[in-house]
């Protein structure tokens, strides 16, 4: 199909905007440049109880933002991590969506902002997302959360960091998670894919960007295909939880996302992937301009609203 016109008019105002390309700036610009996409995801619901704090993880504390619904404690849990390529995005860019997804899936919503790079390399990033999963599942009580009901998600490289929590906390004995949302997910390394090519510039993402964005999280040292860095070259993708897995057209990352929700359907894992037709990376920070944001957040909140309701119905 071909590019979706809203997209390709936000692509004509990012052009006429001027400036340097990602991979041209050093990442405190780059974090400044790209918060521009905070005020770009529409209007913010309101949540019953929006609260920021510091959790303890492996190297200092790591902030989060808990948004809770309206309703009955426990509620089911979402651990949500925000794409930036590990380098840039924060919690207000991912906060339109983590308020709508509390409040349409009924499930307390935290947000984790996990170390980014250069400052904090590979794998400071995911050792973050996963100290906040399990932080999450010991002070559920606390927290007003069934631990048995607890997802992961998270958009880009914030997908990436959802798929390795799922392979990390099934190694590691725990916690048990019972579904995760990978939305354009950071899956592979190579970046060799044939959408590598077809996508390469002019769509937000860029290939030159995703270079920039490994350069800086990685280094000479770090295999490329640790499964920490890229889930595809995990040894095993048996009894991960059930995923949604989101991908677009016009996009660097369409194949690896495809190609995992292949993998992980291979193993017997139930895969829901919901491909946008003329959709550039970045939508899910773009609610504000793009009708498919809206109805991503729908889509994720019903499979999330299906797992945890499947899980409570099997606990009696």
């Not at 008019?9 to 990012?14: D, I, K």
């Not at 004995?173 to 592979?188: A, F, R, S, T």
Request: negative net charge; hydrophobic residues 40%; proline residues 7%.
């Amino acid at each position: 199909m071909p590019l979706d016109p809203v997209a390709e008019g936000f692509l004509g105002q990012m052009a006429a905007a001027g400036g340097p390309a990602l991979h041209e700036m050093e990442p405190g610009f780059a974090r400044q440049a790209f918060s521009v996409f905070n005020t770009l995801g529409g209007e913010a619901e309101n949540v019953a109880k929006v609260e920021n704090r510091n959790i303890p993880g492996p190297a200092g504390e790591i902030p989060v933002r808990i948004y809770t619904p309206e309703g009955q404690a426990p509620f089911p849990a979402l651990l949500m991590f925000h794409g930036g390529g590990w380098v840039i995005g924060e919690l207000d860019v991912i906060d339109v969506p983590c308020r709508a997804l509390a409040n349409r899936a009924g499930c307390v919503v935290v947000s984790v902002d996990y170390r980014l790079a250069p400052e904090h390399r590979f794998p400071a990033a995911a050792e973050d997302s996963y100290a906040a999963t399990k932080w999450v599942a010991d002070n559920a009580s606390e927290l007003g959360i069934d631990a048995d009901r607890i997802a992961v998600g998270g958009d880009s490289a914030g997908g990436n960091l959802a798929a390795v929590v799922a392979q990390m906390a099934r190694d590691k004995g725990g916690p048990k998670l019972v579904y995760q949302v990978l939305i354009y997910p950071v899956i592979d390394a190579a970046m060799n894919t044939a959408s590598y090519e077809e996508n390469a510039d002019g769509y937000l993402l860029t290939k030159e960007g995703m270079k920039w964005f490994y350069k800086h999280y990685t280094n000479d040292e770090v295999d490329p295909k640790d499964p920490r860095l890229s889930p595809i070259h995990a040894e095993s993708f048996d009894n991960l939880p059930p995923a949604m897995v989101i991908t677009g057209e016009f996009d660097p990352l369409r194949d690896e996302g495809k190609a995992y929700a292949e993998k992980l359907k291979a193993a017997g894992v139930a895969v829901e992937h919901n491909h946008y037709d003329g959709m550039i990376h970045g939508f899910f920070w773009l609610g504000g301009v793009m009708s498919q944001c809206p109805q991503a957040i729908d889509q994720i909140s019903a499979a999330l609203k299906g797992a945890f309701n499947k899980t409570l119905v099997g606990q009696k």
